[in-house]
């Protein structure tokens, strides 16, 4: 699926002029609010469990190289594919990138790519404002408004259905492609922790499938929830404001490191068609990194960038 810049642009900033009012039933409500308890609890019940087996086996040094491992391809499927090249299409690649991405980004357990897709567009169109799925605004202005907005923003939204709209996500929902990979989430989701369990059995046997499964699969996806929701809530709460935006979103160094340049997040909600959210030479951005790879090895193109008269322009509004 090819889209132009101009076309892009229109995707991102013209889903909707007002938010969806939707209503849901209590079966809705319940079935959703099960499935984000046993998505936020099961890998807690692994970090337990992994903790435990290295009391009793010990420590394997395969255990971390499979969780790092895990954690960075499938983290940049979600930062690169799922973000930067399915939301916001900061930049082009071939039909076979797109499908190893969007694969790739399905494995981290946070719903399928055009679901995921539709709430982040929703989340710019309406920032920190009525129609933000996950804005931890507004909320009362002492410790305990702070904490019920953090809880919301972070993972609290989730515990209901996903307002999501159809028209969110138009363009993507025009490509076969697309909806094949979209479709077969549960496929990607289970290779997610069948991989390294099976990388772990061909080295170690059982034992090694056992401790594969939970440190490349549940540790890992218990590390990536949590840091890509620390984006939705800690980087709209703490952090630095370089350029003028309509919301609260902050760069937060730590989450940047962690989220492989994802935690620049004012920077990339004021230039959001930007494939770089590090936009200073010590703002560490990996997943940038890993799309110059691709466009030295041909494989992406159209890489968009605010020009340097944007970046001042945008810096002097703040001040």
């Not at 492609?177 to 390294?196: E, H, K, Q, S, Y």
């Not at 080295?203 to 699969?217: E, K, N, R």
């Not at 937060?252 to 230039?271: K, P, R, S």
Request: with cysteine.
């Amino acid at each position: 699926m090819k889209l132009s810049c101009k076309e892009s642009q229109s995707t991102i900033t013209s889903y909707l002029n007002t938010p969806p009012q939707l209503k849901y039933s209590t079966s809705q409500f319940f079935f959703a609010w099960i499935a984000t308890f046993i998505g936020v609890t099961f890998p807690i019940i692994g970090v337990i469990l992994a903790a435990i087996l290295v009391w009793v086996w010990g420590f394997r040094w395969l255990d971390l190289e499979l969780l790092f491992g895990m954690y960075l391809f499938v983290m940049l499927g979600t930062t690169v594919g799922f973000h930067r090249l399915f939301t916001h299409r900061s930049f082009q690649t071939s039909r076979s990138i797109q499908f190893i991405l969007g694969a790739l980004g399905s494995m981290s357990f946070q719903g399928p790519l055009i679901q995921w897709v539709e709430l982040h567009r929703m989340h710019h169109q309406f920032s920190d404002r009525n129609g933000d799925p996950h804005s931890p605004y507004p909320h009362e202005n002492n410790i305990l408004g702070v904490f019920k907005g953090f809880w919301h923003a972070h993972i609290g939204w989730a515990f209901g259905p996903m307002p999501a709209s159809n028209c969110c996500a138009v363009d993507l929902r025009k490509s076969a492609m697309i909806r094949l990979v979209d479709r077969l989430f549960p496929f990607w989701a289970f290779l997610g922790v069948f991989i390294p369990a099976l990388i772990g059995y061909f080295v170690l046997g059982w034992q090694g499938a056992i401790t594969g499964f939970l440190w490349g699969g549940l540790i890992r996806i218990f590390l990536g929830h949590h840091i890509t929701w620390s984006v939705n809530s800690i980087c709209h709460f703490w952090g630095s404001r370089s350029y003028s935006t309509k919301d609260q979103s902050r760069n937060n160094f730590i989450v940047g490191i962690f989220a492989l340049g994802e935690g620049w997040h004012n920077n990339h909600h004021a230039f959001p068609f930007s494939a770089s959210h590090g936009l200073r030479w010590w703002q560490i951005d990996i997943s940038f990194l890993i799309i110059r790879f691709l466009a030295m090895c041909r494989l992406a193109w159209q890489i968009r960038l605010p020009s340097l008269e944007e970046i001042n322009a945008r810096a002097k509004q703040i001040t």
